[in-house]
């Protein structure tokens, strides 16, 4: 079945060749991802930014293994912004973990088969509950590889994002000391990676929200002033692509629950 179209198009998400390059340093930010020297890879990132996530996907499985960094964002972005059925969500997250999988051994310097490892298992413990997936296992997955993907790219910035996100869910849902004591996760250890992520990437609406979701999550009433000025710090940014432009309607979202 067809993926769901993007439904934000705009002209300003859609790069050429040579724009995209221009672009690459403050889009890829996130990521720490190194130009395409492939145009068939350039032309799948084209797609990325531009927020058709399908053909991104299928462009970057064409590829072989070097488009699985494409193919990934394209998959994880789509299954957490577009996709309405938690069955199907569930699915694409499983899809890339196991792909993942095969990359690192393959590819075991390359930073992103461990991110988009880390974020899959994150995503896909969230949606069957993160008590059940850390009783299988996940939790501990989901830190080796974000652990390993920092280790490889140190500034990538969305791999800060993820791991602390990491600290204050576990934190959240079996409480400060199991959190520490079993799985390591401290809530000021959280709080530090969402301030380094912003360092790494500034312009990051994503990493407000996240470090927001956080201070709400583990400190409620307390921090809310603050969650609330970095959701409405993400719902101004201006969007240079799609996902950007997905992250800046989710913080306005939050701030119609607030």
Not at 7 to 26: E, R
Not at 124 to 133: E, L
Request: proline residues 3%; aromatic residues 10%.
């Amino acid at each position: 079945m067809a993926w769901k179209t993007f439904p934000y198009t705009d002209d300003a998400y859609v790069y050429t060749a040579a724009s995209l390059k221009k672009a690459w340093p403050g889009l890829h930010a996130a990521d720490a991802e190194p130009f395409p020297a492939k145009a068939g890879l350039v032309e799948a990132w084209i797609a990325y930014h531009a927020g058709d996530f399908e053909q991104a996907a299928e462009l970057g499985l064409a590829q072989g293994m070097d488009g699985y960094a494409a193919a990934h964002r394209a998959t994880c972005m789509y299954a957490t912004y577009l996709e309405a059925s938690e069955k199907k969500k569930l699915a694409l997250y499983l899809e890339v973990a196991e792909r993942c999988e095969q990359q690192q051994k393959e590819q075991p310097k390359n930073a992103a088969g461990y991110y988009w490892h880390a974020y899959s298992l994150g995503r896909y413990a969230q949606g069957i509950s993160v008590v059940k997936a850390l009783a299988q296992g996940i939790g501990a997955k989901v830190k080796n590889s974000l652990d390993m993907a920092i280790k490889l790219a140190p500034k990538h910035a969305d791999a800060h994002i993820a791991l602390g996100s990491y600290h204050a869910e576990i934190v959240d849902k079996v409480g400060a000391m199991i959190g520490g004591l079993t799985y390591g996760a401290k809530k000021d250890e959280g709080y530090k990676l969402f301030k380094k992520a912003l360092e790494f990437n500034p312009e990051s609406a994503i990493a407000r929200i996240e470090y927001a979701n956080a201070l709400v999550m583990l400190d409620g009433k307390k921090k809310m002033e603050e969650a609330v000025a970095l959701y409405e710090e993400a719902a101004a940014h201006d969007a240079r692509d799609a996902t950007e432009r997905l992250d800046v309607e989710l913080a306005k979202a939050e701030l119609e629950d607030e």
